[in-house]
């Protein structure tokens, strides 16, 4: 608002401004004195400044509240005839220059609590940098030095004061175009990772400089990425010798190879003992044979029993320690002969149905009449008979009463005998409450597998198991072995055919056995390309399925 009041504070003339911000009608208060406008104004505050100002005859102005709380701006500027008065609210202004200056203090604390922070996260960086191992060294965009710990100041011969700062041309200006161009790549955000031997030329370069840049170092180059535009603002590289780590890794090979190797003659050597210890053995059983056809008193006949017995079970653990030692070796071979399966089970059937008598033991054969049990197949008969005589034994030995059933069927067959690659699914039916583990070779993700490490069979010597003689086809056959026998707990069952275990030391005084058979058991299955599934509970008897 303006107002002019002439020499004796009488109003003679305001803008209209001057109404809305005294609220008087101007047309009323012309030549009033300016006590109508601001009564007792000699007491105010505007009304001290203007006594103060105006008879000087100068222009001033001053900041007050007024009559209606805010803040405005008075100015007096002197006229020939008295003196005009100019009045500004400046109250929001105030308020905003107030609201400026609060938040720039905010700004600055919190800039303030930033710094504070990036410092100490710079000091931990710096600290953990300087206790690494490797070397470590940063870059900037242009390519400055802006760390160097002290890994780089040893095997570099250079401190850090010497280097940080400066341009790695100029620490190192024999760079090569090799180097220029690595760090080309890595500044256009590219990591790399390198172990060449020629970042700087060999010549005029101080000794432990060429050695530092000609050992055996593996270097990382990282680019430091902006979050902000994704822009690369430097490099950090990391320096790791590797000629320890090589020299370990050399000596493990070394130490590994020399393990294999003493695993390979082990094996070889039990392989040719057996044959060694079976000679004699077999001897000592034929002349015993003879001896006991000759004309002998009772007493004479039993200890000659008792003699051919314990060859027979010597020859028996041989021949285990043999196969064992040929699965080892990798040397398994399984025979391409020609055989009926319905002879095989006829023949093993035989044998154990005397045993199983002896210990009144009922044993049943349930063989399922199908022509493919007497037709010619081609196979490994021995093999095939050694597998059901080893676990028909273990249900001989671990069970005293009921029974012991083997059960023959055709499962199902390929129309080529390469199908027989394919895992076959044996479901076996038994109660829900008993334990069962799938030990077959197409399903060892068990740890407690017994295939030899980094030493499988060749696959040249894995012929499939059975096939017809025409080789039309491949011919599967399921056989399930149930007893009634002790049985075993789930964590027996996961070290079944591990070799040399049994399910416990009571077990191994109570009855006889080495631990082998099941192992080899298992190793023949795998080398027939066949599956194996065995189901048992602690005291109600063991299933076998094949």
Same mark, same amino acid.
């Given at each position: 608002?303006?107002?002019?009041? $002439?020499?004796?504070? %009488?109003?003679?003339?305001?803008?209209?401004?001057?109404?809305?911000?005294?609220?008087?009608?101007?047309?009323?208060?012309?030549?009033? %004195?300016?006590?109508?406008?601001?009564?007792?104004?000699?007491?105010?505050?505007?009304?001290?400044?203007?006594?103060?100002?105006?008879?000087?005859?100068?222009? $001033?102005?001053?900041?007050?509240? *007024?009559?209606?709380?805010?803040?405005?701006?008075?100015?007096?500027?002197?006229?020939?005839?008295? %003196?005009?008065?100019?009045? !500004?609210?400046?109250?929001?202004?105030? =308020?905003?220059?107030?609201?400026?200056r609060r938040r720039s203090i905010d700004m600055e604390n919190a800039v303030n609590q930033r710094t504070q922070l990036l410092m100490q996260e710079r000091k931990l960086?710096?600290?953990?940098?300087?206790?690494?191992?490797?070397?470590?060294?940063?870059?900037?965009?242009?390519?400055?030095?802006?760390?160097?710990?002290?890994?780089?100041?040893?095997?570099?011969?250079?401190? +850090?004061?010497?280097?940080?700062?400066?341009?790695?041309?100029?620490?190192?200006? *024999?760079?090569?175009?090799? +180097?220029?161009?690595?760090?080309?790549?890595?500044?256009?955000?590219?990591?790399?990772?390198t172990s060449t031997n020629c970042i700087l030329p060999q010549h005029e370069q101080p000794s432990q400089l060429r050695e530092f840049f000609t050992s055996n170092w593996?270097?990382?180059?990282?680019?430091?990425?902006?979050d902000e535009n994704e822009s690369t603002s430097g490099m950090v590289i990391f320096f790791r010798d590797l000629t320890a780590q090589q020299r370990v890794n050399s000596?493990?090979? /070394? +130490?590994? $190879?020399?393990?294999?190797?003493?695993?390979?003659?082990?094996?070889?050597?039990?392989?040719?003992?057996? %044959?060694?210890?079976?000679?004699?053995?077999?001897?000592?059983?034929?002349?015993?044979?003879?001896?006991?056809?000759?004309?002998?008193?009772?007493?004479?006949?039993?200890?000659?029993?008792?003699?051919?017995?314990?060859?027979?079970?010597?020859?028996?653990?041989?021949?285990?320690? =043999?196969?064992?030692?040929?699965?080892?070796?990798?040397?398994?071979?399984?025979?391409?002969?020609?055989?009926?399966?319905?002879?095989?089970?006829?023949?093993?059937?035989?044998?154990?149905?005397?045993?199983?008598?002896?210990?009144?033991?009922?044993?049943?054969?349930?063989?399922?009449?199908?022509?493919?049990?007497?037709?010619?197949?081609?196979?490994?008969?021995?093999? =095939?008979?050694?597998?059901?005589?080893?676990? *028909?034994?273990?249900?001989?030995?671990?069970?005293?009463?009921? !029974?012991?059933?083997?059960?023959?069927?055709?499962?199902?067959?390929?129309?080529?005998?390469?199908?027989?690659? !394919?895992?076959?699914?044996?479901?076996?039916?038994?109660?829900?409450?008993?334990?069962?583990?799938? *030990?077959?070779?197409?399903?060892?993700?068990?740890?407690?597998?017994?295939?030899?490490?980094?030493?499988?069979?060749?696959?040249?010597?894995?012929?499939?198991?059975? /096939?017809?003689?025409?080789?039309?086809?491949?011919?599967?056959?399921?056989?399930?072995?149930?007893?009634?026998?002790?049985?075993?707990?789930? +964590?027996?069952?996961?070290?079944?055919?591990?070799?040399?275990?049994?399910?416990? /030391?009571?077990?191994?005084?109570?009855?006889?056995?080495?631990?082998?058979?099941?192992?080899?058991?298992?190793?023949?299955?795998?080398?027939?390309?066949?599956?194996?599934?065995?189901?048992?509970?602690?005291?109600?008897?063991?299933?076998?399925?094949?």
């Amino acid at each position: 608002s303006i107002s002019l009041y $002439d020499e004796k504070w %009488h109003l003679v003339w305001a803008n209209l401004r001057w109404e809305a911000f005294f609220r008087f009608n101007r047309a009323e208060m012309i030549g009033r %004195h300016f006590n109508a406008v601001v009564p007792n104004y000699q007491e105010t505050e505007v009304g001290k400044f203007l006594l103060r100002v105006v008879p000087l005859r100068k222009m $001033d102005s001053c900041v007050m509240k *007024l009559s209606n709380r805010r803040w405005s701006r008075v100015s007096v500027f002197p006229t020939e005839r008295g %003196h005009l008065i100019r009045t !500004s609210d400046i109250t929001d202004k105030l =308020l905003a220059d107030e609201e400026t200056r609060r938040r720039s203090i905010d700004m600055e604390n919190a800039v303030n609590q930033r710094t504070q922070l990036l410092m100490q996260e710079r000091k931990l960086l710096l600290w953990v940098v300087s206790k690494a191992r490797d070397g470590v060294t940063a870059l900037d965009q242009t390519l400055r030095i802006t760390v160097w710990n002290p890994v780089m100041e040893r095997v570099s011969g250079l401190r +850090a004061d010497q280097v940080l700062g400066h341009n790695c041309f100029e620490i190192f200006p *024999l760079l090569n175009g090799q +180097a220029i161009e690595v760090f080309r790549r890595v500044l256009a955000g590219e990591m790399l990772i390198t172990s060449t031997n020629c970042i700087l030329p060999q010549h005029e370069q101080p000794s432990q400089l060429r050695e530092f840049f000609t050992s055996n170092w593996e270097r990382c180059y990282i680019p430091i990425v902006n979050d902000e535009n994704e822009s690369t603002s430097g490099m950090v590289i990391f320096f790791r010798d590797l000629t320890a780590q090589q020299r370990v890794n050399s000596q493990i090979i /070394s +130490a590994r $190879d020399e393990a294999l190797r003493l695993v390979h003659a082990k094996s070889q050597f039990l392989a040719n003992m057996s %044959h060694e210890f079976r000679t004699p053995l077999n001897a000592i059983i034929g002349f015993t044979d003879l001896l006991q056809n000759s004309i002998l008193d009772e007493e004479s006949q039993e200890r000659f029993d008792i003699v051919k017995t314990s060859a027979q079970s010597l020859l028996s653990l041989v021949n285990q320690v =043999l196969d064992y030692s040929k699965y080892e070796a990798g040397m398994m071979v399984l025979e391409n002969d020609e055989f009926k399966l319905g002879d095989v089970i006829l023949e093993t059937v035989k044998y154990f149905e005397l045993r199983a008598s002896m210990k009144n033991l009922k044993f049943q054969l349930d063989m399922e009449d199908n022509p493919i049990f007497q037709t010619p197949v081609i196979g490994d008969p021995g093999r =095939l008979k050694q597998i059901l005589v080893n676990i *028909l034994n273990n249900s001989l030995k671990f069970t005293q009463c009921g !029974s012991i059933t083997l059960s023959a069927t055709e499962f199902c067959f390929s129309l080529t005998p390469s199908s027989s690659q !394919s895992q076959i699914d044996m479901t076996t039916s038994s109660s829900s409450s008993s334990t069962a583990i799938d *030990l077959s070779s197409n399903n060892n993700n068990n740890n407690n597998n017994n295939n030899p490490p980094n030493n499988p069979p060749p696959s040249s010597v894995r012929p499939a198991g059975l /096939s017809l003689v025409d080789g039309s086809r491949t011919v599967v056959v399921r056989l399930d072995i149930a007893d009634t026998g002790i049985g075993m707990s789930e +964590a027996t069952l996961r070290n079944l055919y591990r070799p040399f275990t049994q399910a416990d /030391s009571s077990t191994t005084r109570n009855y006889e056995g080495t631990g082998l058979g099941l192992s080899i058991t298992k190793q023949i299955v795998d080398c027939m390309k066949g599956d194996i599934r065995v189901q048992s509970e602690e005291g109600l008897g063991t299933i076998s399925t094949l």
